[in-house]
């Protein structure tokens, strides 16, 4: 089981509103997308699932598998099986990219006991382990030599994020604008990455602005739009094609 739900979520920041009533329910195996205009809140929404410590909870609660985790601090989130694509990843020099995965499988294989997760015994296993998965998101061999996201181009850095999904296996990933400031053939393959590392017992959050990468994923099971900090319309794989050819006015205006 995967399920995360969002009841009547209230967050501000420095004293601001800005999530104002979010309701959302997802299941195993579930694709789902956030849409929504810029500056809506949808990254604020992401943030606050992982528990960011400037996004102050004023009301409401985010439930993983029944377990309110909505004063967990981050990392136990991430331990529960919580995963956040960034928008904007961070360059860490002197952290090796392979340690790091590997520091993190880890982590999470003592709290996240299932069987879809593998033991490696040694070190050149889980390196056999991360080359399969570099293959699946078209990644070269030579990443797993470099530090964590230094030097990586646009396309790389949201690849590796899919990469991390990949590898660590979490219950729910939510993915921040993984399609923002790449080419087509980018948003393509990161989509295929994001679809063939997808899984029936796990859940996948899209956020995005545009539904252009929404239409090269596989699997796409519910659209959201999002605005005025919450969802204001659910609807099935062909509302982020309406999206695309009217906007959002006719929504946020209704």
């Known amino acids: 089981m995967a399920v995360l739900e969002i009841v009547d979520l209230h967050v501000q920041r420095e004293g601001k509103p800005i999530l104002k009533g979010v309701n959302l329910k997802t299941g195993s195996g579930e694709v789902h997308a956030i849409m929504g205009p810029n500056g809506s809140g949808k990254s604020t929404l992401a943030y606050t699932l992982l528990g960011h410590p400037k996004y102050e909870v004023t009301q409401g609660k985010i439930l993983l598998d029944g377990e309110d985790i909505t004063e967990a601090p981050t990392d136990e989130r991430a331990k529960k099986g919580l995963f956040l694509g960034f928008q904007y990843p961070t360059e860490v020099s002197g952290v090796g990219y392979s340690h790091f995965l590997r520091t993190s499988y880890n982590a999470l294989s003592k709290s996240l006991q299932s ?35 230094e030097g990586f181009s646009g396309g790389e850095k949201k690849r590796s994020e899919v990469l991390q999904m990949a590898v660590l296996k979490p219950k729910v990933s939510i993915l921040d604008e993984p399609d923002s400031g790449l080419d087509i053939d980018a948003v393509q393959a990161v989509a295929k990455a994001i679809s063939d590392v997808s899984t029936p017992d796990a859940t996948v959050i899209v956020i995005t602005h545009y539904a252009r990468i929404l239409k090269f994923l596989k699997k796409l099971d519910y659209v959201h739009v999002f605005a005025q900090g919450k969802i204001l319309k659910s609807g099935n794989a062909q509302l982020a094609d309406e999206l695309e050819q009217k906007g959002y006015d006719w929504i946020v205006k209704a």
Do not use: A, C
């Not at 998965?133 to 078209?138: F, I, P, S, W």
């Open 115 to 149: 069987s879809n997760r593998e033991v490696f015994i040694t070190v050149r296993e889980f390196q056999n382990y991360l080359k399969k998965n570099l293959q699946t998101v078209g990644l070269r061999d030579d990443f797993l030599g470099r530090y964590l996201n």
